[in-house]
């Protein structure tokens, strides 16, 4: 598989069901992961080909075993539609709760499809119903903490690349934060808007985040 740039862009397109995030990597590449929901169909991993999809991005992701479900439909949907079996990565988006990294519940190993994992903050403020106030100096509140270090975590002993949460900051402000980010072990993060790419491949490029080279 191929090398995963530090920007994840996000795209929803008009009155799509699916959003999807696009990434006009370090090298060049230019791909679509297309974002499904755990309970995904065979039809609907279908239709993302057909619509173009070079990978799949899986929302709502707690556990390896929605990675192994979603790998299972993706090897029979690479044959029906003639692609190469293994051909389509994975991009897990977690809000964060997740099991042990090592634990067999956790993502190790259970396929080599699994290119990235996105901690997604957006998630935990649905699932705990409260918007995180950060301080002055930009740390999160500890439940948000958690959350995102259990990302980094999971990422590492998955070695794959962790991304951070999406901003709506600007300018500096936004360069400030993606530099403590990558300060704090991700290697690059979601941009809500294109203003956002040239700032977080020019920071995280800069740092020591997880590894950039998807599984194969």
């Known amino acids: 598989m191929e090398k995963l740039p530090h920007a994840l862009l996000e795209t929803i397109p008009p009155q799509a069901e699916r959003g999807a995030l696009v990434y006009a990597g ?12 755990p309970d995904a169909s065979l039809e609907t991993l279908r239709q993302a080909f057909a ?15 929605d990675i192994q479900r979603l790998s ?4 029979v949907a690479e044959a029906e539609e ?30 080599t499809r699994l290119a990235g994992l996105v901690w997604d903050q957006r998630g935990l403020v649905k699932t ?24 980094l975590l999971t990422a590492a002993a998955a070695g794959i690349p962790a991304y951070d949460s999406a901003s709506h900051l600007a300018g500096e402000l936004f360069a400030t934060d993606c530099k403590r ?4 072990g991700f290697f690059g993060r979601l941009a809500s808007d294109p203003a956002q790419i040239s700032i977080i491949q020019t920071v995280y490029a800069g740092g020591r985040g997880s590894s950039g080279q998807a599984r194969g």
């Not at 370090?26 to 929901?37: A, L």
């Not at 980010?181 to 704090?184: A, E, G, K, V």
Request: hydrophobic share 40%; proline share 8%.
């Open 82 to 111: 003639n692609l190469a079996e293994g051909s389509t990565p994975i991009i897990a988006i977690t809000d964060g709760i997740l099991p042990a990294p090592v634990s067999p519940q956790g993502f190790s190993g259970k396929t």
């Open 26 to 37: 370090d090298s060049g590449i230019e791909s679509r992961f297309v974002v499904v929901n």
């Open 128 to 151: 705990l119903g409260v918007e995180p106030t950060r301080t002055e100096s930009g740390e999160w509140p500890p439940t948000f903490a958690a959350a995102r270090a259990a990302a």
């Open 51 to 65: 619509g173009g999809a070079t990978g799949i991005a899986l929302t709502g992701c707690r556990a390896g075993a």
């Open 72 to 75: 299972a439909l993706l090897s």
């Open 181 to 184: 980010s990558r300060h704090d």
